[in-house]
């Protein structure tokens, strides 16, 4: 048998040495305060055979007030679960955005408490009851739906992320994955096609672009084009199995998979057909990017490809040996087909093993098994797609667009971690 204390696996596991776990048991009783299955606090005697054994990072101090939990009945049911009190995981909130703790996340299903929210006049709060969508202007018919009728018609459901096209931001070393770009999130929305709705009215063949509008404080207006809502667009009512939460946009919104996250608009109240684009505050005044001599880019839908190494990222501390790299990869024009990884400054990349399914349009975690000797470097990923584009590096982007950020800004980030360990960002 391997001794307890030894590393039994290719990963430095945390080590229980025998001496430690014998010394456990032969501590003395405790006694705990513990919650019986009415509520009540009572006192409870410990027996010694129950106190958990110390490791090399407890004290006999913390040992000994964790009550054996096979030895107490446990809580009762609850109307609603919540996460454990031990984890903290949130989003950052400002006044007008919080942002998605991407670091701590697994897999590639963003929990609905923690969807980052982008709100430009607030959450409104709208009884689904009241509630109403019209769809109107070049239309053989037009209409106004209630809630009950959009969950009439025949119902689809996609995972797919939602990003905020101004999801960029750097200049210090101590910024997390979420400070840097937590401003994408994903979900298995669940709704009705806009197509359906489009055949519903009898959207005119001379329509080419629709006006979608919100019924929050800031009336949220933008022009789609109509090729999108004959595609993919979708009015989704429901997120990761419930009603869409009121930060999502409850009861209803528009969904363009792949685009700017300002297009899929809030609370959607109105949806207007017209032959051209309405030309509204937020695609004039903003949404709009410059580009090389002085040009500016407007009706930049698509987000481009994506990809961030989420572990070993900002706040992690390093330890030499073994460790599994991170990340995910997204992008607006359809799979993820690659992700290269780079352990040596970006001299070398080799390919990063991609979960499965990969989704159209969706976060797609990726992996790179890597042993650290405890050298200085810098770590980062790139993330190709099916069209073939390849995320630039920050030098490439910066130089494309004669500026350092704004709208689609989507370049390699670079993790440099030190001989401590200490992992930070490269500025
Ligand atoms: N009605 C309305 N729709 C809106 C917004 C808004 O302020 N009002 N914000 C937009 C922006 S800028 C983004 S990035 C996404 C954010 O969606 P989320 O808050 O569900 O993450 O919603 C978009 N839709
Ligand atoms: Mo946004």
Redo the contacts with the bound molecule.
């Keep these: 048998m391997k001794e307890e204390g030894s590393e039994h696996n290719l990963f430095t596991a945390r080590k229980i040495s025998r001496r430690k776990w014998l010394l456990g048991g032969a501590a003395t009783a405790a006694v705990v305060m513990v919650q019986t299955s009415l509520g009540k606090m009572v006192q409870a005697a410990v027996p010694e055979s129950i106190v958990p054994p110390l490791t090399d990072s407890t004290s006999v101090k913390e040992a000994l007030i964790v009550a054996d939990p096979t030895k107490v009945p446990g809580r009762t049911p609850s109307v609603s679960g919540m996460p454990s009190p031990y984890e903290k995981v949130e989003r950052l909130p400002t006044l007008t955005s919080s942002r998605t703790p991407l670091q701590d996340l697994y897999g590639t299903i963003t929990p609905s408490a923690l969807?980052?929210?982008?709100?430009?006049?607030g959450i409104p709060d709208i009884d689904p009851a009241k509630y109403e969508l019209v769809i109107h202007g070049m239309v053989d018919k037009p209409l106004v739906f209630s809630l009950a009728d959009l969950k009439r018609f025949p119902s689809v459901t996609k995972t797919c992320f939602?990003?905020?096209?101004g999801n960029y931001r750097s200049g210090k070393e101590e910024m997390s994955p979420q400070e840097i770009c937590g401003?994408t999130?994903q979900s298995e929305w669940t709704g009705v096609m806009l197509s359906t709705l489009f055949r519903e009215v009898g959207v005119r063949d001379k329509a080419s672009w629709f006006l979608a509008e919100?019924?929050?404080a800031?009336v949220?207006t933008r022009s789609i084009p109509v090729s999108k809502g004959w595609d993919d667009a979708m009015i989704a009512y429901a997120q990761n199995g419930e009603a869409v939460r009121p930060?999502?946009?409850y009861p209803a919104?528009l969904l363009l998979p792949g685009w700017?996250?300002?297009t899929?608009?809030?609370?959607l109240r109105r949806i207007e057909l017209s032959d051209a684009p309405f030309m509204t505050r937020e695609e004039t005044s903003k949404y709009t990017e410059s580009v090389k001599g002085g040009m500016i880019r407007q009706f930049s839908f698509v987000m481009d490809a994506r990809s961030i190494i989420t572990f070993p990222s900002f706040p992690t501390q390093l330890e030499r040996g073994w460790v599994e790299i991170r990340g995910i990869a997204w992008t607006g024009r359809g799979k993820i087909i690659r992700v290269e990884v780079s352990v040596d400054d970006g001299r070398s990349w080799v390919n990063a093993e991609l979960q499965g399914p990969v989704l159209d349009k969706a976060h797609t975690a990726f992996r790179y098994l890597w042993k650290w000797e405890g050298k200085e470097t810098e770590i980062m990923s790139r993330a190709i797609d099916e069209t073939g584009y390849v995320q630039p590096s920050y030098q490439e982007l910066a130089a494309a667009r004669e500026s350092k950020g704004g709208y689609h800004f989507n370049p390699v980030v670079r993790w440099r971690i030190p001989r401590s360990g200490k992992v930070v960002l490269s500025t």
């Design positions: 969807h980052f929210e982008r709100h430009h006049g939602i990003e905020c096209s401003l999130s919100g019924g929050d800031s949220m930060e999502q946009g919104r700017e996250g300002n899929s608009v809030k609370w």
